[in-house]
């Protein structure tokens, strides 16, 4: 067995598309993945944060601020999901409103 360590993700195949990242503290990320390491430090080119609601930090609002080529820390990154291929849905463990 060979001293080097692997990442639990391959990252690989989402190498120049498009991903998601979400940090530690509730800060949302999407651009292009331009490169990683083993420890998920993580670089992301034309990233744009989603801003968060000021009453409700848990919210995620339809404002954007373009940030650039970024470096995303290993240690806050909590999912990376591909933007390709995903749809947002409704929550359906919310209740309709009057019932």
Do not use: H, W
Not at 58 to 81: D, H, N, P, S, W
């Amino acid at each position: 067995m060979s001293g080097r360590k692997e990442t639990v993700l391959d990252l690989a195949r989402f190498v120049d598309k498009g991903v998601s990242v979400k940090l530690s503290g509730g800060r949302q990320v999407t651009g292009t993945l331009k490169g990683y390491d083993q420890l998920l430090n993580l670089v992301l080119d034309e990233a744009v944060e989603s801003l968060r609601d000021q009453d409700d930090p848990l919210k995620i609002t339809e404002q954007t601020r373009f940030l650039g080529l970024i470096v995303c820390r290993g240690t806050a990154v909590m999912l990376v999901a591909p933007t390709d291929g995903t749809d947002e849905i409704p929550n359906p463990f919310l209740q309709a409103e009057g019932a």
